[in-house]
């Protein structure tokens, strides 16, 4: 399993592949892998003839005032994970081989994409997620690339971009790999406290109460969220940011659920650390 | 010779191409061809196996009052054109093919490359150029592009662009390519009057100037674009819009010429038709 931290050299293996006939799966993430990064491998692996994982801490997706300093960074034991997992390259970029002297480039989107969820409160997180990963996607040259529904407006924004921009390549979204007792996996976690921890899972505990409502013919969605929050609220050491019903594909706020459509999510600080977590309903 | 209108059926093609082992040379235009544009198919065939032209008049780079409806289109002189030089394929997307419902993805520049020039004057029009040239560069997937020095705060951007997000291809920039009185060929040339393009001259005339005073041992820029300017003021139809002496690569404005990488270009209307030009000192 080599590891590559110029572009230009990963391009080069993976043109190598491409000439060669083989399919090339690409698992883009910032380390601190969990079973949630490994789902994303093993679907790679399951539909590609080889593997390429990214490893990289982007700093231009982190505002100032957030958690790019302490985010977690465990690159050997990543290392050591994914030497469990058949792949073919790890690609392990730094900031001087992605943002050298003179990087001027931006990609970003407009419209409903933006409008809600995270990205108010993101202000350009959106953004360098964007420039990273169409900048990694033309690194490696994938003909599929795997992301997680946990992200779900990020999964949603690079769909489009790298369908609008012509990338020529398949974006699989695979679902949320949850912990027991259904706390979302992400690498975040690893900054609670125990209490934390254990008060977590009630993000999900009312996310599901949220979908029960539905299930039962709850068709107006702020009464579904009323009823979320609730749940939530019964935990005074949770602070929503934002709970909200939107279209699974373009973001648009939903006053009335729409089958097999509709996609809750929310942001919610614990420990000052932010989670989000989402059902579609 | 064939012609595409999808993104995805020109890839098809270049894929193939590629996985036989062949170089892509790749010639974006806007169509209305001139000897200007011949000189990058001819030069993208020197050096490659297979020469890809794409024609298409992209809306999103045009400002509401520019000259987008009256562009001139000519596709089928152009094909004809095209036909006597070796092109292996000319790709004619449309804005169905382009910018379909639901488009939502900018690409753009900051710093110096968009502070000067045209760029204040053509508020996202860069912005315009970069998203397509993107787009086209994924579907075609050459292993180079060829770009005019006469449009050149455009290749200054596109070279950085294409950097920026590792497109992994080589970017060729050929001279301008003038008429015997001078003139820069353009495609918005076709829009003169006989008296405008009799005037015309005087802005290559008046740029010459500006190089001998420089061969001459001037190194303070102000003076040397005073003269340019004296030069052009005779003429009392052209209006100058901008004059500037810039850093070749950065486009950083210059106070004191830097021996082969002092760009002075300007942007000038005659007759409601707005012309540029460059030389380099």
Chains 1, 2 share one sequence.
């Not at 009630?202 to 029960?212: I, M």
């Amino acid at each position: 399993m080599k590891t590559f931290e110029n572009p230009s050299d990963i391009q080069a293996l993976s043109r190598k592949w491409r000439k060669a006939g083989k399919t090339i799966g690409f698992v883009p993430t910032m380390g601190a892998l969990h079973p949630g990064h490994l789902e994303l491998v093993k679907a790679s692996n399951r539909e590609n003839d080889k593997t390429v994982v990214s490893i990289y801490v982007n700093p231009i997706q982190f505002g100032p005032q957030e958690d790019f300093h302490r985010y977690p960074r465990t690159l050997e034991a990543d290392l050591d994970l994914l030497k469990g997992e058949k792949v073919g390259a790890v690609f392990t970029p730094n900031n001087r081989t992605m943002y050298p002297k003179g990087f001027a480039t931006q990609v970003s989107v407009s419209g409903s994409l933006v409008a809600n969820l995270c990205a108010p409160f993101r202000p350009g997180h959106f953004e360098g997620v964007a420039t990273v990963v169409v900048k990694l996607v033309n690194a490696v040259e994938p003909t599929r690339l795997y992301l997680g529904q946990k992200d779900a407006q990020q999964a949603a924004i690079l769909r489009q971009v790298l369908k609008d921009l012509d990338l020529g390549l398949e974006t699989v979204i695979c679902p949320i790999v949850r912990e027991s007792d259904g706390f979302a996996m992400s690498s975040r976690n690893k900054n609670l406290s125990l209490e934390g921890r254990a008060t977590a899972p009630v993000l999900y505990r009312a996310l599901k109460v949220g979908k029960s409502i539905v299930d039962l013919g709850e068709t107006d969605t702020d009464k579904v969220l009323e009823e979320i929050k609730k749940v939530i609220q019964d935990e005074r050491s949770v602070k929503i940011q934002y709970l909200e019903a939107v279209d699974l594909d373009s973001l648009e706020t939903l006053r009335k659920v729409k089958q097999g459509k509709t996609l809750i999510a929310l942001a919610a600080h614990l420990d000052n650390v932010r989670l989000i977590d989402n059902i579609v309903v």
